[in-house]
């Protein structure tokens, strides 16, 4: 194996694995049945906090998908969100379940409220934060 190809994989996989998330060259295996998630629930019973804050809960994880899919919420967060980053392989979408965020993607800037949506293209630089007065929840 070259050099590059392994520490790029093996970087892949220890940033993916908090998430779930599979390196594309190691497809974990799909689930061949189908499942319902109650609201407020983690699918792994193992929510975590974005930033040590946001409650983020798993809703299908990429375990779940041979690695095609994961599914967060984040729920009532105050006014915050991530640094600016890309994603080397992976699109993302977001979907405002509630509140008022503010997008960047790119040069382009978004103002999103509860029902819109947003997709974000791989190796695009974007950021993202919720700027509403009273916590919001996002589905991403």
Same mark, same amino acid.
């Given at each position: ?5 392994? &520490? ?6 220890? &940033?993916?694995?908090?998430? =779930? &998330? ?11 049945? =189908? ?17 040590? /804050? ?5 809703? /299908? ?7 095609? /899919?994961? *599914? ?24 405002? /379940? +509630?509140?008022?965020? &503010? ?7 978004? +103002? *999103? =409220? ?27």
């Amino acid at each position: 194996m070259k050099r590059r190809y392994f &520490l790029k994989s093996a970087l892949a996989s220890s &940033l993916c694995a908090p998430f =779930g &998330l599979a390196a594309a060259n190691n497809p974990v295996p799909a689930s061949r049945r =189908g499942f319902h998630l109650p609201a407020g629930q983690d699918r792994h019973d193992q929510p975590m906090r974005l930033g040590g /804050i946001t409650p983020t809960d798993t809703k /299908i994880s990429a375990t779940d998908s041979q690695g095609s /899919i994961y *599914l967060f919420e984040h729920r009532q967060m105050g006014r915050n969100g991530p640094p600016r980053h890309f994603h080397h392989a992976q699109d993302e979408f977001f979907f405002v /379940i +509630e509140g008022k965020f &503010l997008f960047e993607v790119g040069d382009e800037r978004f +103002e *999103l =409220g509860t029902g819109d949506t947003i997709f974000l293209p791989r190796q695009v630089p974007h950021v993202w934060a919720h700027v509403g007065r009273t916590p919001g929840t996002i589905l991403g």
